[in-house]
Nanobody
Framework: QVQLGESGGGLVQAGGSLRLSCAASGRTFSSYTMAWFRQAPGKEREFVSFISKSGASTRYADSAKGRFTISRDNAKNTVYLQMNSLKAEDAAVYYC???????????????WGQGTQVTVSS
């Protein structure tokens, strides 16, 4: 079992930056692939990025490539999502997720945080 808690969301102007954090507690953090998903009102939850257990492998949705960077600190049991050049369409609730497997589908992840709201003003 692992518990996840996101922070760092908020209101930012278009073109600005935010860094989201997700702190994990429970079983060994380094045993889990960590991912970020997001969900805008009226839309399905969508994949943003994942990072492998060691941090050696990452993957991004096309919408995030070149603007977002995922990283993790296994000593601090925390995964981060640095978001730059934010656009109005990035506004959503952002969730971190964990599972022992790599994947881009929400159904592949067993553990979820409660989410943090990101609002982008134009």
């Amino acid at each position: 079992q692992v518990q996840l808690g996101e922070s760092g969301g908020g209101l930012v102007q278009a073109g600005g930056s935010l860094r989201l954090s997700c702190a994990a507690s429970g079983r060994t953090f380094s045993s889990y692939t960590m991912a970020w998903f997001r969900q805008a009102p009226g839309k399905e939850r969508e994949f943003v990025s994942f990072i492998s257990k060691s941090g050696a492998s990452t993957r991004y949705a096309d919408s995030a490539k070149g603007r977002f960077t995922i990283s993790r600190d296994n000593a601090k049991n925390t995964v981060y999502l640095q978001m730059n050049s934010l656009k109005a369409e990035d506004a959503a609730v952002y969730y971190c997720a964990a599972d022992v497997r790599l994947g881009v589908r929400a159904t592949q992840y067993s553990y979820w945080g409660q989410g943090t709201q990101v609002t982008v003003s134009s």
